[in-house]
């Protein structure tokens, strides 16, 4: 009998981590300077799922042009199918199946921030920053990120048949990487979470942000939400605060004695065991 159990992780960063979250052009004294590329606070559950598998990359940074067939006028053109997740997929449906050493992970959820701004060039410069011409079809040649530095921390659910992803035997910490070029180096520490007891609610937000499209493939119905992260491809899915129609709470124990109720929009097989696997 396979035993699903509850983690709450903390994911510590010890080096530079920068998405693509948000791109605007940037520009000063009229003239365009390349773009400005901020990351914003909540990770995507679907890189942290990559990090933990020990993926060296997404599918989208392999094969980019595959975005394009999601559009309509380009599937008339081409016989190609859009992208496809794959390794998140099967991901996601060993979890449904619940198979053995299967898992799932929320989105990350800021703690602390620390973060600094730096410029990149494709090009070489002599001591003056030249005045920027017109654009370039390919690449600007400038570009200002906004990342988040070492000292920055982040927390998340995550549920696992067996135990926690990413751990080496004897270990008591995971180490992943995400984020552009693999710069995001993260240490991640588990501590797991006993179910005191579960009640059922009606129309309960969630306990934490959410990806929209998980939660329906889980089969729970969402009753309003609140975006906070879309990415360019909608197969990835928004990440939303969400109110859901029937929640199961989990009610665990804190550091205070007392309880914290969690709404997480999870399939009914799952939450049922969680439930069975109570505090003693």
Not at 12 to 36: C, H, Q, T, V
Not at 129 to 147: D, E, H, I, Q, W
Not at 169 to 184: C, E, F, H, M
Not at 244 to 268: G, M
Request: proline letters at 6%.
């Amino acid at each position: 009998m396979s035993t699903m159990k509850l983690f709450k992780a903390f994911f510590d960063l010890e080096g530079i981590m920068a998405f693509s979250s948000e791109i605007r052009p940037l520009i000063s004294a009229n003239n365009s300077k390349g773009s400005y590329i901020s990351t914003l606070p909540y990770i995507h559950n679907y890189p942290i799922m990559y990090g933990l598998l020990g993926k060296s990359s997404e599918a989208y940074a392999i094969i980019p042009s595959l975005h394009y067939n999601e559009y309509e006028s380009r599937k008339q053109k081409t016989d190609k199918k859009g992208l496809i997740y794959n390794s998140v997929k099967s991901v996601i449906e060993d979890f449904i199946k619940d198979k053995q050493g299967s898992f799932y992970v929320f989105p990350l959820m800021p703690e602390s921030l620390n973060i600094y701004s730096f410029l990149m060039s494709s090009e070489s410069w002599s001591y003056a920053l030249p005045v920027r011409g017109g654009l370039k079809n390919v690449f600007p040649r400038l570009t200002s990120y906004t990342a988040f530095m070492p000292g920055s921390k982040f927390w998340t659910y995550i549920i696992v048949n067996n135990n926690p992803p990413g751990l080496a035997k004897g270990s008591r910490a995971a180490w992943i990487r995400v984020g552009k070029k693999r710069w995001g180096i993260f240490k991640v520490k588990y501590e797991e979470l006993k179910a005191e007891k579960c009640i059922n609610q009606n129309e309960k937000m969630t306990s934490i942000p959410v990806n929209l499209a998980d939660t329906e493939k889980f089969g729970v119905e969402i009753v309003s939400s609140s975006t906070v992260l879309r990415t360019p491809n909608i197969s990835e899915g928004p990440i939303a605060w969400a109110s859901i129609k029937d929640c199961r709470l989990i009610k665990v124990p804190n550091k205070n004695k007392t309880f914290e109720d969690l709404c997480l929009p999870l399939p009914a097989e799952v939450i049922s065991k969680i439930c069975q696997n109570q505090a003693t």
